[in-house]
């Protein structure tokens, strides 16, 4: 793996350090500085460097942290700024968005950041960045749910604040971006209970939150907090059908007692029907 310049890194770290401090449109000249930082990292390579694309979102994070700024836009328009200048050089894949989400996430774990923030940012900024090339909403969502749940692991950080903040972002993502929201819950929502399951980690935990933050972002946005929390509740249980009988039980137990704390009845769909994706209505 390609490892990022010392030079680069520092150059990026100082440009967003300076958009953050000055008058430029912040969100436009983020993308930029980081696009370019990109670009300049892979130009000449015949593979794209996932630990570069991870070391710049870090980076980026660090940054905003260090003098204050939004973790959440940070994240977003890094990782769509990663996403841009990978798709100049390369192709854009799975595992770029994966890695973009762990490099922003284990950053801020590492220095103490609002992790539920950058995750949320994380979402909304693979959601939207990719929402011009070949890489559909859910899959976007999925794999950046795993590499945001994979830096908690790392990081030892708090994997219930992490995915309630990762749903967030993909309700707010495909708000941003449009798209099939129902779907895009539950592929996220399945990715981070995987992730969690793959690296040993508190599967019920995840897929409680998980609701939680589905329910407080409907809730938030005028959705139907009943729809989106199955959507969640869903993405849980299909995740729990590859995890074995335990989790089934395990995760469904979370997800109802996730939605009786809310208020809200949890109706999930069993994973092995295939049926036509609800479309989550506003009130």
Avoid: W, Y
């Amino acid at each position: 793996m390609m490892m990022m310049q010392k030079n680069l890194g520092e150059s990026l770290m100082e440009g967003i350090s300076r958009v953050l401090k000055g008058t430029r449109e912040v969100a436009e000249g983020i993308v930029d500085i980081v696009s370019s930082t990109v670009v300049k990292t892979l130009e000449g390579a015949r593979d794209v460097g996932v630990a570069a694309v991870s070391g710049v979102c870090d980076i980026a994070v660090r940054a905003a942290k260090g003098i204050g700024g939004d973790l959440t836009m940070v994240t977003k328009n890094s990782i769509i700024g990663v996403i841009k200048g990978v798709h100049e050089v390369g192709s854009v894949t799975g595992t770029v968005i994966c890695e973009s989400a762990r490099g922003a996430v284990k950053g801020a774990a590492e220095i103490g950041g609002d992790i539920a923030a950058v995750a949320k940012g994380a979402m909304i900024g693979a959601i939207k960045g990719t929402r011009d090339i070949a890489i559909s909403a859910e899959d976007a969502a999925s794999e950046a749910a795993r590499g945001a749940i994979r830096a908690v692991a790392e990081a030892g950080a708090d994997v219930g604040l992490l995915a309630q903040g990762a749903v967030k972002g993909a309700i707010g993502g495909v708000a941003e971006a449009s798209g099939q929201l129902g779907s895009t819950i539950k592929n996220t929502v399945k990715g981070l209970v995987l992730g969690a399951s793959e690296l040993g980690g508190d599967v019920t935990t995840v897929a409680r939150n998980s609701v939680i933050g589905a329910i407080e972002a409907a809730r938030e946005i005028g959705l139907s907090a009943e729809e989106a929390a199955g959507a969640a509740a869903t993405g849980a249980m299909e995740a729990a059908e590859r995890i074995g009988s335990a989790a089934v039980e395990a995760v469904r137990k979370a997800v109802t007692g996730a939605g009786a704390a809310s208020g809200v009845k949890v109706l999930i769909k069993e994973p092995f029907k295939k049926e036509e994706e609800p479309v989550l209505s506003r009130k």
